[in-house]
Antibody, heavy 126, light 107 residues
Framework: QVQLLQSGAEVKKPGASVKVSCKAS????????IHWVRQAPGQGLEWMGI????????TYAQKFRGRVTMTGDTSTSTVYMELTSLRSEDTAVYYC???????????????????WGQGTLVTVSS | EIVLTQSPGTLSLSPGERATLSCRAS???????LAWYQQKPGQAPRLLIY???SRATGIPDRFSGSGSGTDFTLTISRLEPEDFAVYYC????????FGQGTKVEIK
């Protein structure tokens, strides 16, 4: 079965960076794009961007361009999301999610999400 | 950016009742590229409906989606105890955006 296993919770100071990992199993890793979505405490869902697991293609939401970098490692079936210049407003649970399309959806932002990781809480506090 | 507005914010119902959740888009959602997710406390969201009306694998048939253009609806025909949760709509026809969620709580 499809599984996305994320790294553990992080506590960071303002101005620092965080890198969250998402290890995939149960399917052919390079056939499906991966999204990153975050959820601030008590708030809704916010799309951050999408990556082809090879790392060859990324599309970032405008809000995060310049601060987010998504990468992939096909040798370990893992994708990473790094967010820099952290501020308190970045405190959130960060999720990876698999795009539903086997291959390219035809849109640079992908399609809907059919599987999710368990989430990684990132706390930004001085 | 397409803004999705969900209503009501909270729906208070009893088990066995029918739930009707609305998702309205600020502009037409192309090809009915709209999905619904369910999220329970402390859990990741789960896909319920995609392409406005197609049920995801393993989703009970008490969940149904409808709509097109700018108005979409998620209906739960008879609420089961496990259905009390927060529901989000998502459009993927023009970038990706989510609604703010509707909480279905036990009355």
């Amino acid at each position: 079965q499809v599984q996305l296993l994320q790294s553990g919770a992080e506590v960071k100071k303002p101005g620092a960076s965080v890198k969250v990992s998402c290890k995939a199993s149960g399917y052919t890793f390079t056939n499906y794009y991966i999204h990153w979505v975050r959820q601030a405490p008590g708030q809704g869902l916010e799309w951050m961007g999408i990556i082809h697991p090879s790392g060859s293609t990324t599309t970032y939401a405008q809000k995060f361009r310049g601060r987010v970098t998504m990468t992939g490692d096909t040798s370990t079936s893992t994708v990473y999301m790094e967010l820099t210049s952290l501020r308190s407003e970045d405190t959130a649970v960060y999720y990876c999610a698999r795009d539903s399309t086997n291959g390219y959806s035809g849109y640079e932002w992908g399609s809907y999400f059919d599987s999710w990781g368990q989430g990684t809480l990132v706390t930004v506090s001085s | 950016e397409i803004v999705l507005t969900q209503s009501p914010g909270t729906l208070s119902l009893s088990p066995g009742e029918r739930a009707t959740l609305s998702c309205r888009a600020s502009q037409s959602v192309s090809s009915s590229y709209l999905a619904w997710y369910q999220q329970k406390p402390g859990q990741a969201p789960r896909l319920l409906i995609y392409a406005a009306s197609s049920r995801a694998t393993g989703i009970p048939d008490r969940f149904s989606g409808s709509g097109s253009g700018t108005d979409f609806t998620l209906t739960i025909s008879r609420l089961e105890p496990e259905d009390f949760a927060v529901y989000y709509c998502q459009q993927y026809g023009s970038s990706q955006t989510f609604g703010q969620g509707t909480k279905v709580e036990i009355k």
